[in-house]
Structure formats: C-alpha cells, structure tokens
T-cell receptor, first 115, second 110 residues
Framework: GAGVSQSPSNKVTEKGKDVELRCDPI?????LYWYRQSLGQGLEFLIY????????KSGLPSDRFSAERTGGSVSTLTIQRTQQEDSAVYLC?????????????FGEGSRLTVL | QKEVEQNSGPLSVPEGAIASLNCTYS??????FFWYRQYSGKSPELIMS????GDKEDGRFTAQLNKASQYVSLLIRDSQPSDSATYLC??????????FGQGTRLTINP
C-alpha cells in the first residue's frame, strides 16, 4: 500500500517476554519516527531516524527499548523483558525528511498489552 | 516546564460557533508549527501548518503564530459535530524532531 504500515496491529504478551514491532514507511520517506501513546494521553516521542541513523534516541524510556532501521526503510522497535507499564499504542510515522518538515504520515499503530 | 503545553479540556462548543484552541511552547529554536487532529481510536492526521508570525487561513481553520510570545493557536469557524476530536499542537524543534502537546479534547454539541 501507499501508506505507513505497522505490524502487528495488536499484541498481547506476558510480563517479561520480548516483543518486536515493525514499521514499513512510505516509499522514499527518509525520516521515520516512533511515538508511544498511553490511554487518554498525548504522544510521547521515543526515537527518530534520518536514513538509517538515529540522531535522537532521547525518548527511549529505558535500556529495555531499542530500535533499528535497515536499508533506509523498515524499522523495528524492540522491547525486552516487557513490563505492564509498557502497555500502550506504539505509533510509527514517516516524512520526507526535509528540514522543518513536520508533515508526518502515521500508521494505524500497534496496540501492546502486557499482562 | 513541559516542552508543549495545551489545555487538555474537554472544550465544549455549540455547533456553528468558533472553537479556539491554544498552545504554548518552550523551544525558541522552533521554526515551524503544526496542528494534528486525532479522532478517538485513530491515528493523528495533519490539518494545518504555519511557519511565519501572523495568521494562516485554510477553509474553516485559521492558525495563528506569535513566536515572540511562543504561542500558537487554532480557530475553527462554524464548528461541526465532525470536528469533535483531540487536537494536538506540534512545534518542529531545533532538534529536528516533532514534539506533541498532550492535546485538547474538543466536543461540538449539536
């Protein structure tokens, strides 16, 4: 498709398990963002990529969280040893990457529930 | 101090009236500003962008920017029930990333 694709759309896991969330951005978009949104809350910035590099990882909540992007395209957000407070919707967005371009195109999100 | 501050609401406005949404930001390096709309259970979508001080109009929407006061607002004229959503203010900061406010939940009453 032409939009940002995220998988899985829904993930239920047990506390302590690792999870991987995938994002496939719009073709040609060089910038890719991960945000987290807890129920009734705003968007919490996690990390962004320009190409395969992550200039800003300041939003990652702990060292249990990591992300990578390969080939300037698909990105994976990994959460190790999940905790209940990790339950949220994880949103991925991509943009053209031009300076000051705040036009982000969001995926439908991956809803993570940690039991 | 939060990077971006918005009144969380809920803001209730009668149909046909003007809805006014406000936002302040702390990063003086921000050069561009964006308003996103998020319907319940959906992802955010861009509705307005503004880069210069003053007003920018697009249909029923007007964005206003005052960089000296670090203030940006969104006016929605002739409010419709379909405008009921959460509106997120997002400055594009000097760190080249988009930082979102908590959002203002707007309800338009028929």
């Amino acid at each position: 498709g032409a939009g940002v694709s995220q998988s899985p759309s829904n993930k239920v896991t047990e506390k302590g398990k690792d999870v991987e969330l995938r994002c496939d951005p719009i073709s040609g978009h060089t910038a890719l963002y991960w945000y987290r949104q807890s129920l009734g809350q705003g968007l919490e910035f996690l990390i962004y990529f320009q190409g395969n590099s992550a200039p800003d990882k300041s939003g990652l909540p702990s060292d249990r969280f990591s992300a990578e992007r390969t080939g300037g395209s698909v990105s994976t957000l990994t959460i190790q040893r999940t905790q209940q407070e990790d339950s949220a919707v994880y949103l991925c967005a991509s943009s053209s990457g031009l300076p000051n371009t705040g036009e982000l195109f969001f995926g439908e999100g991956s809803r993570l529930t940690v039991l | 101090q939060k990077e971006v501050e918005q009144n969380s609401g809920p803001l209730s406005v009668p149909e046909g009236a003007i809805a006014s949404l406000n936002c302040t930001y702390s990063d003086r390096g921000s050069q561009s500003f964006f308003w996103y709309r998020q319907y319940s259970g959906k992802s955010p979508e861009l509705i307005m962008s503004i880069y210069s001080n003053g007003d920018k109009e697009d249909g029923r929407f007007t964005a206003q920017l005052n960089k000296a006061s670090q203030y940006v607002s969104l006016l929605i004229r002739d409010s419709q029930p379909s405008d009921s959503a959460t509106y997120l203010c997002a400055p594009f900061g000097g760190a080249q990333k988009l930082v979102f406010g908590q959002g203002t939940r707007l309800t338009i009453n028929p």
